[in-house]
């Protein structure tokens, strides 16, 4: 039985400009018992990540026509002539369900990857679509306890279709690395990631703070480096406080690895409800301390091996800072905390996918 894996549009399968989506399938693939049986079909992109295994689609000649529906049409084409069954992995675009469904000439195992929060996404924003969406499919993957609940929202029943998958991350080094003085900020230059609290937190402590180095690390939009005028202004009043404070915008996820292993202290003072929180999984597998706002799934990830801050603001995160750069022994207690129980290895978590496929193997 062959698999079929089929992106967002927007993701792009690349080494350079994968986000979060492209980099968790891409880490799944890579371990996978199946792998030789494995397709992900995604908009054509230029040196794709595992390219024996990428189906490249150009877009669509009629622009007003929908990219997503233009590369699941592709998609189910493919299938169709293949004449094989096969399990169809179907990530974070609900309304894509039906459509496939309608286009596929004989019974395949679908499944739906959510990665974001359903009730904000077209195809499972009402109870109805989410119930829809049970019936069609054979399996929905949450990456996060946070994300299950909200798909079940106004569903009176558990659905044993429904699942938690965290998102895994691979640990390239074998032991901790050696720390410089250096606070980090990784993520998106936009406002519900919280890039104005660190910006504002790193002043408050920067004059008590003189052996320290900070920076920011993103752009607004994954995999560009164009500064909209919200990021221009971060990055303005950010390097005014002097040349210990930098932003080097966006960064492929490789480079990101390294800092992280160079850096003592993270801190992800996201506003929104993250659904899952990559850079702190990132962060654990790279042994780096923790401060971070107590919403979505970055609890679930997070634990008790790092600082979880109810109602962030920029004080609470100052006062958390001084008090790790300020007392050597704390900060060396949850860097080590981070390092001894980071426990989503994407080896584990694509043998965890392998199973809940097997078992659809064996059901059909």
């Given amino acids: 039985m062959n698999i079929n894996i089929l ?6 399968f690349t080494k350079d400009k994968a986000s979060s989506v492209s980099i968790t399938v891409s880490n799944n693939l890579k371990y996978s018992k199946f792998k030789k049986n494995i397709s992900v079909y995604g908009q054509s992109v230029e040196k794709p990540l595992f390219v024996k295994h990428f189906i490249g689609i150009k877009k669509p000649w009629n622009l007003l026509k929908s990219k997503n529906l ?19 992995e179907i990530h974070n675009r609900p309304y894509l369900i039906e ?18 929060d359903p009730l904000e996404m077209r195809g499972s924003k ?3 679509e989410r119930l829809d969406l049970l019936s069609n499919l054979d399996k929905v993957y949450c990456v996060s306890k946070y994300i299950k609940k909200r798909f079940l929202e106004g569903i009176s029943h558990e659905s044993k279709k429904v699942v938690v998958l965290y998102n895994g991350v691979t640990r390239n080094i074998k032991k901790p690395p050696k720390k410089k003085k250096q606070v980090i900020f990784v993520g998106r230059i936009v406002p519900e990631k919280g890039v104005h609290l660190f910006k504002d937190a790193i002043k408050e402590i920067y004059e008590f703070s003189k052996k320290w180095e900070f920076v920011i690390i993103g ?33 492929n996820s490789t480079k990101i690895n390294k800092i992280m292993q ?27 301390a923790i401060i971070s706002s107590n919403v979505g799934g970055l609890p679930e990830i997070i634990g008790k091996n790092g600082i979880l801050i109810d109602n962030i ?7 958390f800072l001084m008090d790790l750069i300020t007392n050597e022994k704390l900060l060396e207690n949850y860097k080590k905390k ?4 980071f426990n989503l290895n994407s080896k584990n978590i694509s043998s965890v996918l392998d199973r809940h496929r097997k078992s659809l193997f064996l059901k059909n």
């Avoid at 233009?70 to 169809?88: E, T, V």
């Avoid at 459509?99 to 974001?116: A, D, E, G, I, M």
């Avoid at 603001?313 to 006062?319: G, H, Q």
Wanted: charged share 20%.
């Fill in 7 to 12: 992106l967002p549009y927007k993701e792009k």
């Fill in 70 to 88: 233009h590369n699941a049409l592709k998609m189910c084409q493919k299938i169709n002539n293949d004449n094989k069954p096969s399990i169809i």
């Fill in 99 to 116: 459509y496939v469904k309608t286009k596929l000439r004989s019974s395949h195992c679908l499944t739906l990857f959510l990665h974001n």
């Fill in 126 to 128: 009402s109870v109805k």
């Fill in 219 to 251: 752009s607004p939009k994954l995999g560009i480096n164009k500064l909209d005028n919200f990021s221009k202004k971060i990055k303005t009043d950010f390097e005014k406080l002097g040349p210990r404070a930098k932003m080097i915008g966006f960064v």
């Fill in 262 to 288: 160079q850096s003592s202290i993270i801190v992800i003072p996201s506003i929104w409800s993250e659904p899952f929180g990559l850079v702190a999984a990132e962060a654990m597998s790279n042994g780096v």
């Fill in 313 to 319: 603001n920029s004080k609470k995160i100052s006062n």
């Fill in 338 to 341: 981070s390092w001894n129980n």
